[in-house]
């Protein structure tokens, strides 16, 4: 159990810490220190940072998936990536703007393959469309997607993200289904 808090300090600590200064400002030093942990313990759980880093994003990763899958809605999923992201923001631009921003990609990349691939399949259940088919369709609305949420960021968070996700079911949800029924009639042809 001591070792489980002190992982879960480390990572506290290191989030506090990237939500108040960039990236290439922490330490492994400055985390322990302010953690009074030794750097033995940093290493029994991280090779590190760039390891702290994946594992605090898979975390938040696995928690917006986690939503989808008890939802069974994108909407919501993305919602708990948007919540994530404004409250830590700092800590994200941060990571957004460092050497480290293909660790946050992949974050984003992780969890709209997750719900856009769950949604298509869905979606696909009563139409029917073939395998390349589906797969055209749920590469170019995840990679719609992790790219939307990279402008946002790009642009300093300055759009509502849930209107935008409301929006954006609105103007979508149809086009992924229309997009699997041409996919059916382009095979017929």
Known sequence: MVRRSAKNTIKQEFLKQLNKKSLDRITVKSI???????????????????????????????????????????????????????????????????????HLR???NKISGYMIKGTVNKLN????????????????????????????IKGGYTVDPYDYLR?????FSDCMINALKRGVALDLQ
């Open 167 to 171: 929006r954006a079911k609105a103007l």
């Open 106 to 108: 992949a974050y984003i």
């Open 32 to 102: 322990i220190q302010e953690c009074g942990l030794n750097r033995n313990t940093f290493y029994y759980y991280y090779s590190g940072i760039d390891e702290l880093i994946t594992e605090i994003l898979s975390e938040a990763a696995d928690q917006a998936i986690g939503i989808y899958t008890k939802t069974g809605s994108w909407v919501d999923g993305f919602g708990e990536v948007a919540r994530y992201t404004l409250a830590n923001k700092t800590a994200v631009s941060h990571i957004f703007h460092s050497s480290y921003s293909d």
């Open 125 to 152: 259940a009563d139409i029917k469309a073939d395998s390349q088919n589906v797969s055209i369709v749920r590469s170019f609305f995840q990679y719609a997607f992790s790219c939307l949420y990279i402008e946002w």
